[in-house]
């Protein structure tokens, strides 16, 4: 089941370090679980994971659900087995760190939801501001995303991973990133394709606001300023991201 595991890796689209960390994660799997599937031994699997952080246990989860999905789809197995995360995060402190990115990268059945996430998550747009990005203000070319808000222009660069998401999404037929027929979609709708896709994932507990918290986290981790981090998310004034400078974020 090894040879398995890196034909698995080996047909996504991953960067060494994910490649590294689904390995390790699947590996961990098929040692638990004594190279033999069933839905007594996936049970077991699952109760090991118990002790681990709920970010940690989602990922692993999610690496173990795509491979097993794999095998059925290539019939290397006969049965399609599925391991359940019924644990939200309970605990809103929890937020305080950061969750692992690459789970909102993989396969899913909500892709509108999807990039809705990976916007917010990755460039710290908020569903508002997502309804009204038209394809002209993209250049994927150049990966920079271009807005203006109340006479605020911001000019965003957009991270590699995030550019073939957007690519799926671009029509020639369209005027919006999210069109509809010319039009912008409702707030609901943005919503609701939000918690659809969260749901998905088992978070659906988080709101946008969490993912922008996400996003936040991760600048400030890398060292952004507090009017850096301001500036890139359009803010008039930087006060209101005083707390996360402060308090033990």
């Not at 638990?32 to 002790?51: C, G, R, T």
């Not at 990922?59 to 491979?67: E, G, H, Y």
């Not at 969750?99 to 809705?116: A, N, R, S, W």
């Not at 999210?178 to 994932?201: A, V």
């Amino acid at each position: 089941m090894i040879d398995w595991i890196q034909e698995f890796i080996d047909s996504k689209d991953l960067s060494e370090n994910s490649r590294a960390a689904y390995f390790y994660d699947l590996q961990q799997f098929v040692m638990s679980i004594d190279d033999k599937i069933s839905q007594e031994k996936l049970a077991l699997y699952e109760q090991s994971l118990s002790d681990f952080k709920v970010s940690v246990k989602k990922r692993k989860i999610s690496a173990v659900n795509q491979f097993l999905f794999y095998l059925y789809e290539t019939r290397k197995v006969n049965h399609f087995y599925k391991l359940t995360n019924k644990e939200k995060i309970q605990d809103k402190s929890a937020l305080h760190q950061l969750l692992d990115f690459q789970l909102f990268y993989e396969k899913t059945e909500f892709p509108q939801g999807q990039l809705i996430s990976l916007l917010i998550l990755e460039l710290g747009l908020s569903p508002q501001e997502i309804q009204t990005i038209e394809q002209a203000d993209l250049d994927l070319d150049f990966a920079i995303l271009s807005l203006n808000k109340s006479g605020l222009i911001r000019v965003l660069e957009i991270p590699k991973p995030l550019i073939s998401y957007l690519q799926k999404q671009v029509s020639n037929n369209q005027r919006f990133l999210f069109d509809k027929s010319g039009k912008i979609y409702s707030r609901q709708w943005f919503f609701k394709q939000l918690k659809l896709y969260l749901t998905e994932l088992g978070m659906s507990d988080l709101s946008a606001q969490d993912l922008r918290q996400q996003f936040i986290l991760k600048k400030k981790e890398e060292g952004k300023s507090i009017t850096e981090l301001g500036h890139l998310l359009g803010l008039k004034s930087p006060i209101t991201l005083e707390k996360y400078y402060k308090n033990g974020y």
